[in-house]
């Protein structure tokens, strides 16, 4: 089973990634991406979903136009866990 992050491995992992905010009633981490235009939003996801398959660790994520939006929790953990941190640390690297 997945181990939910305690409140100090949060709040370093909210240190660690300062773009991404906090989302308390899901115990989620979430982050906005913004392109130059659709064609570069719909790579950057292309790329965060070869990523997340080989984790097997999916985000929930929306695009409208050039905007990505992309929530990140583990629901066997009900909410934040390492998987999250490891997944984001690689969503980063893309940028």
């Known amino acids: 089973m997945v181990q939910k992050l305690d409140d100090a491995a949060?709040?370093?992992l909210?240190?660690?990634f300062p773009d991404w905010t906090h989302e308390?009633?899901?115990d989620?981490?979430?982050r906005r991406f913004q392109f130059a235009d659709f064609?570069?939003?719909f790579g950057f996801m292309a790329s965060v979903a070869i990523i997340a398959e080989k984790m097997d660790h999916h985000p929930e994520w929306s695009n409208v136009y050039n905007r990505v939006d992309?929530?990140?929790t583990t629901?066997?953990?009900?909410?934040?866990?390492?998987?999250d941190a490891r997944l984001a640390e690689a969503i980063e690297?893309?940028?």
């Open 70 to 72: 992309v929530l990140l």
């Open 24 to 26: 308390p009633e899901r």
């Open 14 to 16: 909210l240190n660690r």
């Open 75 to 83: 629901h066997d953990a009900n909410g934040l866990s390492e998987r």
């Open 10 to 12: 949060r709040a370093a």
């Open 28 to 30: 989620a981490i979430v």
């Open 93 to 95: 690297g893309l940028l």
């Open 39 to 41: 064609a570069q939003a």
